[in-house]
Structure formats: structure tokens, C-alpha cells
């Protein structure tokens, strides 16, 4: 027992609600820090963004904002847990990556500079980051390999849908269990963690003044050239005749495939995971601009066509730290478009504020959902 009769660390019951990489990257550093914790999924481990993302990683680039120390942190982290898992098993490695504008209709005869692959519509290609400052890593395959790992240290895994907390009903409510649906008693806890992801809104009404996250949907699709692509990246602006400009990015994998993302939308996020389901016209108008860009991915197998939902936040800076209207409530998500860069320093951040109070890793202050009442938001 610690001093003052307070818990020892490996006594302190810790749940986390959802299993995509935020909540499992949470346990799986708080296991290092002898906190076994519980983590309750709705559908299965990575089954939104988490698994369905593109895993670009970059160095530099939230460097014009609150999340540039979080994210060269993270960079260097991944760098870690691919040595650790080993590259191959979470198809982590460095990139070139190319900012390729192009224009509808467009023949360009000059290959100069292009990556071979980009024979199409093709106006110009500049260098965006190279293999000190970008690289990738499969999101899925990241999820599951600390999960494992966090598991084979005493991490639970249950399946279930959180719908509320139990909590005491004193002026600042302390936390003491989670609901799950269809399950009578409650998951007793002194500690939750809300990671759902864009689902997170769900849990503005379990506690007071918490911002209310937002999903944002983006789709993507998986294809597979006869040979493989080198290790690059692509972020592509596209000019369509009609004066619109469209943002797919493409990602080679080592596994042979590639990854092409882009065109989002804002429709209500479905309450259940499983029915988050992509735009087919979208994803036809997705494959249209690359295959005018690459005669080769245009020509490649369709493996997979998929959408997914990240979540943003009021400000569309992440929530990261304590509930401060309960005891023992805390948040980590909002991550939007950067979530699995940023997943790495965020669990470990996080496992130092539950376990000694304080992040030292990195300072979360302006993470803090308290940020929006002292501008007079919630
Ligand atoms: C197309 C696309 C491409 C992206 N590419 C990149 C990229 O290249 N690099 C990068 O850094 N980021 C990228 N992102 C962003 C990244 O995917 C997200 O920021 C990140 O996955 C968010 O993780 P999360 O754990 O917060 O949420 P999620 O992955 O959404 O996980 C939340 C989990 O909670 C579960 N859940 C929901 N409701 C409940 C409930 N009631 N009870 C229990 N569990 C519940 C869900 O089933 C889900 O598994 C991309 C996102 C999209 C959409
Ligand atoms: C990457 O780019 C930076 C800045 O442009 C440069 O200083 C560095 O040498 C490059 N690294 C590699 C490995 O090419």
C-alpha cells in the first residue's frame, strides 16, 4: 500500500472504454507502469479509424501548432515500438514522400523528378519529407501488437457497449463503475478512461461541461499492383476542369499494397460501429483521380473499399487529461487526422497522469478539456 491508504499502483482498477489505438495504447503503458487495466470494445479491437487508417507518420508537420512537441515525441516512439515488435510485424518503415499536383485532362512528356509509378495528368512534383522526417506504419497490425503485448501483462479485453457510468452522488461525483448494456452490474472501477473515438460524444452526457467531439468521415480504398511500389508517399492536389481541387494521398505499403485515401464528408455518425459504411460514388470518384494520375494503380486489384470516422474536437485540438467535474474521469481522443501518429505519446502521457498524477513526457496542459470553460464555451 502507498502512503496515506491510498491504492497501490497494481491495485488501482483502471477501465478504458473502446479498443481502437488511443484506449489500447493507454493500457498498454500503464502495463508497463504495473497497472493492469480493463478495456471494454463494442464491436472489435481497431474495427474503426484505428484499423482502417492510412498510418502516415510524420515529423515536423503539427509543428505550426499545440501538437508539434506531442508529435516529434510520437515519431520517435513509433520508432521504438517498431523495434521492439519488429518493423516487418507492424510494416513500420521510413518514406519518401512527394507533393504531386496534377490537373484534369492534362499530358505532361517529361518525367523529370517523377517517382516512375506517377506517369498521368502530372503538372508538377516536389519533395514534401524524406526518411528522417516521414514514414509509415499499418495501423491494425500497430493496435493488435500492443494489445498483445499489453494482455500478456494482465490487460482484460471485454466486449461491450458502454452506455453510462455509476458514480456517487456527491457535488463532484466519484467515479465507481461503467455500465455496459444487456449487463446488469456494473463494471466496478476507480478509474475510467474515455477513448471511444468519435463516440466519445456519448460521454457529454455522463459528465458535466464536457465538450462534445464530432466524427468526421473520410474514405479509402486498397489496391494491389501486380509488383510492388517502392516506399513512398503521395499528397495530391488534383484539378478537376471544373475549377475543383481534390485531396487523395496514396500510401505503398511493404505488404505490396496501396493505400488511397481522401474525399470526406460529414454524415451523422451512426450510433453503432458496424454501420459506419462508405459512399460507393465516392470511392468511384477516389479511383477515377488516381488512375489519372498512375496508369499502373489504375490498373491494380481492388482489395478492400472502406470509410471510416475520426474524431475532432470544438477547437480540433485533442482532449487529453483529466474530467475535472468527477473523480476519477479522464479523456484521450479528438485526435483527428493525426490520431496514430499521436497515439504512442498520448498512452504514455496518459498512464503518467493516472498513475503519478503528472505528465512528464510531454505537457498536456493545453490538453485539457477545462481549456473550453475558461473561454466560456461549455
Ligand atoms: C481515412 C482515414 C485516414 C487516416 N489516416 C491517418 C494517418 O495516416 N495518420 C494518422 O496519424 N492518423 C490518421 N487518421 C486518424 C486516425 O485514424 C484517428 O485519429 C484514430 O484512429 C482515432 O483513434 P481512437 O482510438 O481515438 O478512435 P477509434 O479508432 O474510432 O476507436 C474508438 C473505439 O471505440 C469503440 N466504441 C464506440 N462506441 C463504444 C461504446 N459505446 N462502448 C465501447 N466501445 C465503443 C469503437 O468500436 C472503436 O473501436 C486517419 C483517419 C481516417 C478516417
Ligand atoms: C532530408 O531532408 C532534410 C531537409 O531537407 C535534409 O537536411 C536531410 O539530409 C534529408 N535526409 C535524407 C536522409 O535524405
Not at 521504438?80 to 499536383?101: H, P, W
Not at 476542369?241 to 499494397?257: A, F, L, Q, V
Not at 474536437?313 to 481522443?333: H, M, R
Request: glycine share 10%.
Amino acid at each position: 500500500m502507498a502512503e496515506g491508504g491510498k491504492k497501490s499502483t497494481s491495485d488501482l482498477r483502471v477501465v478504458i472504454c473502446g479498443g481502437g489505438i488511443i484506449g489500447v495504447s493507454i493500457a498498454y503503458y500503464l502495463a508497463e507502469k504495473g497497472v493492469a487495466a480493463t478495456i471494454i470494445e463494442r464491436r472489435s479491437v481497431a474495427c474503426a479509424a484505428s484499423g482502417r487508417a492510412g498510418g502516415f507518420l510524420a515529423k515536423n508537420w503539427c509543428d505550426h501548432n499545440e501538437l508539434g512537441h506531442l508529435a516529434r515525441k510520437s515519431f520517435e516512439m513509433h520508432k521504438e515500438l517498431a523495434e521492439k515488435f519488429g518493423a516487418s510485424k507492424i510494416d513500420y518503415r521510413l518514406l519518401d514522400t512527394f507533393q504531386v499536383d496534377s490537373l484534369e485532362g492534362f499530358h505532361s512528356d517529361s518525367d523529370s523528378g517523377k517517382p516512375d509509378w506517377i506517369d498521368g495528368c502530372v503538372t508538377s512534383v516536389a519533395t514534401l519529407g524524406n526518411t528522417s522526417t516521414t514514414a509509415q506504419v499499418h495501423p491494425y497490425k500497430l493496435t493488435h501488437a500492443m494489445l498483445e503485448e499489453a494482455q500478456k501483462k494482465g490487460v482484460k479485453l471485454i466486449k461491450g457497449a458502454v452506455e453510462g457510468i455509476k458514480s456517487t452522488h456527491d457535488k463532484r461525483p466519484k467515479v465507481q463503475g461503467v455500465k455496459i448494456a444487456d449487463q446488469e452490474e456494473p463494471i466496478p472501477c476507480d478509474i475510467v478512461v474515455i477513448a471511444m473515438g468519435p463516440w466519445s460524444h456519448m460521454a457529454s452526457q455522463w459528465f458535466a461541461r464536457l465538450p462534445k467531439v464530432k466524427g468526421h468521415r473520410a474514405h479509402s480504398i486498397m489496391v494491389k499492383p501486380p509488383t510492388p511500389f517502392p516506399a513512398h508517399a503521395c499528397f495530391i492536389e488534383h484539378r478537376l476542369k471544373n475549377g475543383i481541387t481534390r485531396s487523395p494521398e496514396i500510401y505503398c505499403r511493404p505488404d505490396g499494397e496501396v493505400y488511397i485515401c481522401g474525399l470526406g464528408d460529414d454524415p451523422e455518425l451512426p450510433d453503432n460501429p458496424e454501420d459506419v459504411k462508405p459512399d460507393p460514388e465516392t470511392g468511384e470518384k477516389l479511383l477515377g483521380i488516381v488512375g489519372e494520375i498512375s496508369t499502373k494503380l489504375g490498373q491494380a486489384d481492388i482489395q478492400r473499399k472502406s470509410a471510416c470516422f475520426y474524431p475532432v474536437s470544438p477547437d480540433g485540438t485533442p482532449l487529453i487529461g483529466k474530467i475535472t467535474t468527477a473523480e476519477g474521469a479522464y479523456i484521450a481522443t479528438g485526435h483527428s487526422c493525426w490520431g496514430i501518429l499521436n497515439a504512442p505519446v498520448t498512452g504514455a502521457a496518459m498512464a503518467e497522469l493516472i498513475v503519478d498524477g503528472q505528465a512528464s513526457i510531454v505537457d498536456l496542459k493545453e490538453f485539457s478539456p477545462k481549456r473550453f470553460w475558461e473561454m466560456g464555451w461549455y
